[in-house]
Structure formats: C-alpha cells, structure tokens
C-alpha cells in the first residue's frame, strides 16, 4: 500500500466528496477507503474534516488558478486571453466532473458550501478577468471601460458554463465559450 500522503488523503477526500456530498465525506469513511485507521488522518489535518474539506478546495482553486494564468500567459492579444481564461477553467472543472461524477443533489450542496467559502478565490479570479481586460484597454483592443464590472460579468458565464457542462458529461464545453467569448468582447468594443 501507497504511504498516506497529504495529497492521497484530499484526492480520496475529493473522490467522497463528489460522488456522495460533503455531509456523507466523512473521516471514517475517508479513512476506509484509504485502508487506514481515521486517527491517522489526524497526524495529516489535525483539525479533521474540515481541515480536510478546506484543503481539498483550495488545492482545486488554486490549480483552477494556476491553469488560467499558464493560458494567458500562452496567449496573444485579448481575445485570445479571455478565450484562453475562460477555457482553462471550464476545462480544469468539466475535467474533475467527469473523473468525479456528480449528481444533481450532490452538486447543489457543493455549490452551498462553495459560496461560503469561495469569496477570496472568486474575487482572485475575477481580477485575472479584469486584468486581461485592463490590458486590452491598454492597447485599444477594448474600448475603455469598467473593468472590474466587464469581469464580474464574464465570471457570471462561466460558471454559468461549468455548471452546465460539469453536469451533463456527454456534451462539449468549447462551441458555447467560443460564442460567449465573442459575444462578451463585442460587447467590449474590440475588434474581431
């Protein structure tokens, strides 16, 4: 057997949490599954479950954020950024949905629980947004405009987006935010 590990223990955490909810994740259950005694995962996360919970969204935002940063940086010109943004969330997210099924129920809890705890990562990503944003100003790819508001509302898209294609595997993601990303940089001004 595999050494417990942090990242063994928020993996199968996660696993748990996508496919039964967070109020059915539970240390002996986590611990089961990992073939250990749950004491042990208290060496790991001595503040327990949600310590654990905790850590398991904030690796997936920060890998959520970090992709986003990695297809910016990878991409020319605004409309390539937001493009770029905007895929590498909806693709970090469809991806974790479909190696972790969720149900429709299991997905509202997430998401009540997500709202509590999410308003550092959204408002961090909400600035990635702006920041392209700002910088296709910059240039007069974008007329001048609010930017922190332009984000807000692409933000509200995309999840909008990853809900819906989180929820139903069988569909792709890519000719919906192609056409959002359009629409959203007409509306900004910029040139096709």
Known sequence: ?????????????????????????????????????????????????????DQVFEREEQGILAEARRAIAAA???????????G????????????????EETADQIELYLEERRRTFLDMEREQIALVIRSGIATAEVRPLDADLAAAALQGALRQIVRTFALR????AEPVLARVIDIVFDGLGGRA
């Open 1 to 53: 057997m595999p050494p417990l590990t942090r990242d063994r223990i928020l993996d199968t955490a996660l696993n748990l949490i996508m496919s039964d909810g967070l109020r059915r994740a539970s240390l002996a259950e986590i611990a089961r599954r990992l073939g250990v005694v749950k004491s042990a995962l208290y060496h790991h996360f001595p503040d327990g479950k949600a310590q654990i919970v």
């Open 169 to 172: 595997p069988g569909r792709s």
């Open 76 to 86: 020319s010109g605004t409309r390539a950024q937001l493009a770029a943004l905007a």
């Open 88 to 103: 590498a969330t909806v693709v970090h997210v469809v991806r974790l949905a479909r190696l972790y099924p969720v149900r």
